[in-house]
């Protein structure tokens, strides 16, 4: 029986939304596309109404596959999504109908997240990327779909006569049985009767326990559509608050696994008021048998004397992509095991959601602190030696928002913090005989930043002639590998609010500059000459092969410890000995100097440029991918070869290498770099070449 277009297409979007997955429909004839709760990912990555070039190698090859027979082709695209292809009849059309457009493995959502973060989908917006991301636990969801399309109408047989072929096999495809009729199918034909009769203008009153399912579906989806429009937190908050409505539970908190604990993100009453921590491996058995039953773990407070009652904890682990991410925690009995089950199956149902807002709100983040490192890298470009340590305290308080700050570097000598600069300050902390002493020197010594939301509360308050506007400070202390070196301070935040996580995640993604930074002033300030002569290379100005392998060191295991990614150019001048030959080593010498010059304004705030050795010249580059490094080592070829030498053209050679699990060691990653150079030159020189693009593996190496 044919539908109206309309009646079909509020169908389909009943079919997607209660399933939580995509429907594509693709016309055989004209290859247009319709598609029916869409996954964002492909709404922005597939934006026409037609298969874009790599979509065209999935979705489209099983078009072409399934177009023409009664076969299901089950596969998972590019970007990691799983999808089932059927052809199908739609009101006289033939179609392919593609279901799922779901992640499945749990591996393939966190790739697709790094690519969204830090990869080539990082260009995409990421409210509109993350929008309506789609999971399920299991191929199971897809295949139920796909099976419930087919029985919307079954596709024309081709045959006159009107008997049941015996279905179609091949050796590429999987065979689609005809499905048993089940409950989804009669909710399809009720759905259809229900929109279709006449006079049917309300729900009667007294709901069956179908129409309470399907009632609770219905306030689920609702939930789940409001919840992303709003960030993570505010999702988190509306989410218990829609928990404390439906079940009048008051003492609520919503947990995420951290450090194989599950810690506190928000909370509605007071047990969320307390510090919580639930100290259970995120691998535990007991969690994982609790999210299959459906129900919760219950968990009693330690033993205290000083309380008659012991608190319970309903801990309700819930899984994403086939892992347990967070969790829902209720303070109290809740007698019921049916109540369990339905808080249990509300709260899966949309984890998911919670989950993409999250990553959402990471990348976001990311790109937030990604903006801020370019801002504060742009501003030490601009930093003049004589107000270095003035201009670094200045921009760090600007992008926290503080209106006082200080800059405290320690004396490797006599161990004592020194004040470099302050901003903002009524007292002359230049004078103070013990600077530091109180805050700084702890969180130096420590190594960890402190964050005071009220300082009053720690019985470490300032003296009252200090004047601070507010209770809250930051202090962080900064560091090279297992040399501390300073502390930062902030204050009197602007607004009067306090200090938080955000600040301290600014903080820490503009740490490594900050750092090198102010290791390169010190060094500068250092006393006596011969200290700064055996660090610098004399004929350029440049830091010296010694000083850079130092710093490589130091570079790779703070790569290690926070997952950056780290790269290395090794440079060398092309025919430099024929160069000198001609026109002699004072001209090779002044050659040599404007091509440092040249590595010196074209790097950024934290970048080493160094020479290694005679004509040959290394650059490290902090948290730079071998991409990112590619294009910095392409414009200091151009620059080379486009600038006017005093007696003829000069040219470079570039080799590229980036750190990886495999090459995590100094001599790895020097020897790869000048391996690439090797082959820069032998390819005819003037080129800038990556390791990995000749495909030479790190076994081969000699050591």
């Keep these: 029986m044919s539908r109206k277009p309309g ?29 029916f709760n869409n996954n964002s990912m492909c ?49 006289g059309r033939e179609v392919v109908a593609i279901a799922g457009r779901a992640f499945v493995k749990s591996e393939n959502y966190r790739r697709a997240t790094e690519r969204a973060i830090s990869g080539e989908w990082s260009k995409y917006p990421p409210t509109a990327f993350f929008e309506n991301i789609l999971m399920t636990g299991s191929a199971n969801a897809i295949d139920s779909l796909t099976k419930n399309l087919c029985m919307l109408e079954p596709a024309a047989s081709a045959d006159v006569l009107e008997l049941d072929d015996p279905p179609k096999k091949t050796s590429d495809h999987q065979v689609v049985p005809h499905p048993e009729p089940s409950e989804i199918s009669k909710l399809i034909q009720r759905f259809h009767d229900q929109s279709t009769a006449k006079g049917a203008e ?21 939930l789940a559509s409001s919840m992303m429009k709003l960030d993570y937190r505010q999702a988190c908050d509306k989410f218990l608050e829609f928990i404390n409505e439906k079940h009048g539970l008051s003492s609520l908190i919503w947990f995420e696994i951290k450090d194989g604990k599950f810690r506190k ?82 709260s899966q149902s949309i984890s998911s959601q919670l989950e993409i807002l999250r990553l959402r709100d990471e990348v976001m983040k990311r790109d937030w602190l990604a903006r801020a490192v370019r801002s504060f890298n742009e501003s030490l470009k601009r930093m003049d030696a004589d107000d270095f340590w003035l201009r670094v305290t200045q921009v760090s308080a600007e992008l926290l928002g503080a209106e006082r700050a200080s800059l405290l570097v320690r004396n490797e000598k006599s161990n ?9 300050s009524l007292i002359d902390l230049f004078a103070e005989k013990n600077v530091g002493s109180r805050v700084s020197r702890p969180a130096l010594d420590s190594g960890q930043p402190t964050i005071v939301r009220d300082v009053g509360a720690t019985g470490n308050a300032a003296p009252g002639d200090w004047s601070y506007k507010s209770c809250s400070y930051l202090a962080y202390p900064v560091s090279i590998g297992e040399r501390k070196i300073a502390v930062l301070n902030f204050t009197d935040k602007v607004g009067g609010a306090a200090f938080n996580e955000r600040d301290l995640e600014l903080l820490q993604a503009i740490a490594p500059q900050i750092a090198m930074a102010i290791d390169r002033a010190s060094l500068k300030d250092k006393a006596g000459e011969f200290e700064q002569l055996s660090v610098t290379d004399s004929l350029t100005g440049l830091l010296n ?71 040959e010249f290394a650059v490290l580059l902090p948290q730079t991918r071998i991409d990112e490094a590619s294009v910095i080592a392409e414009r200091i070829r151009q620059h080379i070869e486009r600038t006017q030498f005093p007696n003829r053209r000069i040219t470079a050679s570039i080799g590229v290498a980036s750190s990886s699990p495999k090459m995590n060691l ?3 990653l ?25 495909g030479d593996p790190l076994a081969e190496k000699v050591h």
């Design 202 to 222: 309300r729900v009667p009153e007294n709901l069956s326990a179908a129409d309470d399912v399907l009632q609770e579906s219905a306030d689920i989806r609702s």
């Design 666 to 668: 100094p001599d790895d």
């Design 265 to 346: 993100v928000r909370y509605l009453g007071d047990l969320g008021a307390k510090s919580v921590e639930v100290g259970i491996a995120s691998d535990n058995s007991l969690l994982v048998e609790a999210s299959r039953k459906q129900m919760p773990l219950v968990l009693r407070e330690r033993a205290n004397p000083k309380s008659a009652q012991r608190r319970v904890l309903n801990l309700f682990p819930l899984t994403v992509g086939g892992e347990i991410r967070s969790a829902l925690g209720i303070e109290g009995n809740i007698a019921e095991d049916g109540r369990r089950r339905r808080i249990a199956r509300l």
């Design 43 to 91: 709404r922005v990555l597939n934006p026409g109404t037609e298969l874009s070039a790599p979509c065209k190698q999935f979705c489209g090859k099983a078009f072409e596959k399934t177009r023409n027979t009664t076969a299901k082709v089950s596969f998972e695209c590019f970007a990691g999504l799983s999808c089932s292809a059927v052809a199908v009849n739609i009101n």
């Design 545 to 615: 092969r010694r000083y850079l392998q130092e710093r490589l060191s130091e570079e790779i295991q703070r790569t290690r410890r926070h997952h950056f990614s780290l790269s290395l150019l090794m440079l060398d001048v092309d025919k430099f000995k024929s160069y000198n030959d001609t026109f002699g080593h004072l001209a090779g010498d002044a050659a040599l100097r404007i091509i440092a010059g040249i590595l010196k304004e074209n790097l950024r705030g934290d970048d080493v440029a160094a020479r290694y050795g005679g004509e």
């Design 416 to 424: 004592r913090l020194q004040t470099k600069a302050a901003v903002g």
């Design 670 to 694: 020097i020897w790869a770099a000048d391996r690439a150079l090797y082959e820069a030159k032998g390819n005819g020189r003037n080129k800038v070449q990556l390791y990995d693009d000749f």
């Design 7 to 35: 009646e079909m297409n509020e169908l389909l979007d009943g079919l997607a939304a209660d399933s939580g997955l995509a429907i594509a429909l693709v016309d055989c004839h004209s290859g247009q596309v319709a598609a």
